[in-house]
């Protein structure tokens, strides 16, 4: 094709558009009035020979070229924003915003310290915090730009993804004050009652379920929650038990700790970004704050 005849604009358009994937909801985030944005739309079916875009129940979702695009969309206006290099904003009056996918711990301790921290340094920045479902997830929505910063367990080097560990996280046994299974607290015990389970995305086993399975032995899964935050009144409240982080008591003093009364590997938190965000001032600005507030 004939590179003179292409406009960036369009390039730049159909970015929003992926994201967005609503013509109404790319105009207001670029600015522009919608029948502009369907004609651009338009433009970029023609470009791409494909129809990016396509009604579903009444929604729109991308095709299978569009979600092909987003990556490489992205890096290419990264590429060009760098080659302009356009002069420095001070930060406190750069206006964005950032999305950071994370689970509830530890959204639960750093989303109010992050908060007050850009209070006082980069009042302009508004925050999107996104539920965590996996690393793998996490590590996809950097590529395709969904997700600016992922607070994740990521498994393996990516040369794509800035990658730092910010601390390594073990296991303990939360229950109740009184809990019946406290005293001489062992394996046995452990397993004699309901455990509560946290998944984002709703399984009934874990890793431990396996390494039971190997022992000979299993647990009930009494309660299956999408979040941290809610296991302490679950726990309050019933004879179940929970295996939880351990930086997750603090926020729930009350509750009795028991070491796990079998070998289980800990985590690694990390705090990732995309490498070509390196030059963003308001996403590191934020990663450095996130990373002196967990660590």
């Given amino acids: 094709m004939n590179l003179r005849s292409l406009d960036l604009n369009l390039l730049v358009i159909l970015d929003a558009l992926l994201d967005e994937a609503h013509v109404s909801r790319a105009a207001d985030r670029l600015g ?3 029948p502009a944005t369907s004609a651009a739309l338009q433009r970029c079916r023609h470009l791409f020979y494909d129809e990016l875009l396509e009604r579903g129940r009444g929604t729109m979702r991308l095709t299978a070229r569009a ?3 987003r990556a490489a969309l992205k890096s290419l206006l990264a590429g060009v924003g760098d080659l302009i290099d356009p002069p420095e904003v001070p930060l406190a009056e750069i206006r964005q915003t950032l999305r950071i996918a994370m689970a509830d711990y530890p959204a639960l301790f750093v989303t109010g310290p992050l908060q007050c921290a850009l209070a006082g340094t980069a009042p302009g920045l508004d925050l999107v915090i996104q539920p965590w479902l996996g690393g793998e997830a996490a590590r996809a929505a950097l590529v395709d730009g969904t997700t600016d910063i992922a607070i994740s367990v990521l498994p393996g080097e990516d040369a794509d993804i800035h990658r730092e560990e910010l601390l390594s996280e073990h296991y303990i046994i939360a229950m109740r004050p009184g809990h019946p299974a406290i005293a001489g607290f062992d394996f046995d015990g452990w397993l ?3 455990h509560i389970l946290v998944s984002g995305r709703g399984d009934a086993r874990s890793p431990l379920d396996a390494e039971l399975a190997r022992l000979g032995r299993s647990r009930r899964i009494g309660l299956v929650v999408p979040s941290f935050g809610m296991v302490p009144d679950l726990l309050r409240g019933s004879d179940m038990i929970a295996m939880l982080p351990s930086r997750v ?3 729930a003093p009350d509750l009795i700790a028991r070491p796990v009364p079998i070998p289980v590997s800990g985590f690694p938190l990390h705090l ?3 490498r070509r965000r390196a030059k963003d001032r308001a996403l590191r600005h934020v990663a450095d704050l996130l990373a002196e ?3």
Wanted: no cysteine.
């Fill in 272 to 274: 990732a970004w995309h």
């Fill in 293 to 295: 507030i967990l660590r």
């Fill in 249 to 251: 008591m603090p926020a």
């Fill in 67 to 69: 979600e092909s695009l």
């Fill in 192 to 194: 004699a009652y309901p």
């Fill in 32 to 34: 522009l009035s919608q």
